[in-house]
């Protein structure tokens, strides 16, 4: 069963800092998908990497994608407080009774302060 | 458009009500899905329905009941629900199954008496 994990769970960032987004997943998935949440609202798609090495930018955000070392990265570049959200990465069961599933890494609260 | 509506917004039911959300898209979307959400949690599947017959089941209490009338609708019918099911209710949609993006609509805050 594909199992994800974020890290950190908690980030507080100053405007204008770099800082990066770790998600690690257990076995094959197809696809590594990003999600960003505000309080009380729904999930909006940021980012969906489909193959090994690929990497796609919107604004201030990076998402990359290492299938062998079952790694992906959100970078968030010179960071403003309209970024503070909970981010999550998902992986897609590639087989199996739960084919198209969509499983969800624990989400990292962000906070951009002044 | 990627627009995933859901109605009601807000429900407050006691746990002796029968209710119903529902949620509606128009992208012609063959897979929809619900999803639980609670506070500082990810979202847990629920339901996956693709070309209107139910996939998945993630062994979910039969106090909800899914629906898919045709394409576009997808309803989940609440039965005598426990105060520890008042979440956020998620309903989403993709082309197909075969790991597409999935949009999201606003979701429906429950609250169970």
């Known amino acids: 069963e594909l199992k994800v994990e974020q890290n950190p769970l908690f980030l507080s960032m100053q405007e204008g800092k770099n800082y990066t987004i770790y998600c690690n ?31 796609k930018q919107e604004g201030r955000l990076m998402a990359s994608l290492d299938t062998k070392a079952r790694l992906s990265t ?24 739960s084919y198209g599933k969509l499983t969800f890494g624990q989400g990292t609260i962000l906070t951009v302060h002044p | 458009d990627t627009e995933v509506t859901q109605t009601p917004k807000h429900l407050v039911m006691g746990m002796t009500n029968k209710k ?22 990810p979202p847990e599947l629920m339901f996956v329905y693709s070309y209107e017959k139910l996939s998945i089941n993630e062994s979910v209490p039969s106090r909800f009941s ?25 309903c989403a949609s993709s082309q197909d199954r075969l790991g597409d993006t999935q949009y999201f609509g606003p979701g429906t805050r429950l609250t169970v008496l």
């Open chain 2, 66 to 90: 899914p629906e898919c009338p045709n394409s576009s609708l997808l309803n989940l019918h609440l039965h005598a629900l426990q105060p520890e099911d008042s979440a956020l209710y998620l």
């Open chain 1, 74 to 97: 959100l970078h968030i570049t010179a960071a403003v407080h309209d970024l503070s959200a909970t981010y999550f990465c998902a992986g897609i069961n590639a087989g199996g009774t």
């Open chain 1, 25 to 55: 997943y257990s076995t094959t998935s197809d696809r590594l998908y990003w999600y960003r949440q505000d309080p009380g609202k729904s999930l909006e798609s940021l980012f969906v990497l489909l193959s090994n090495g690929a990497v």
């Open chain 2, 20 to 41: 119903s959300l529902k949620c509606e898209q128009h992208m012609g979307h063959r897979a929809m899905y619900w999803y639980k959400q609670k506070a500082k949690k």
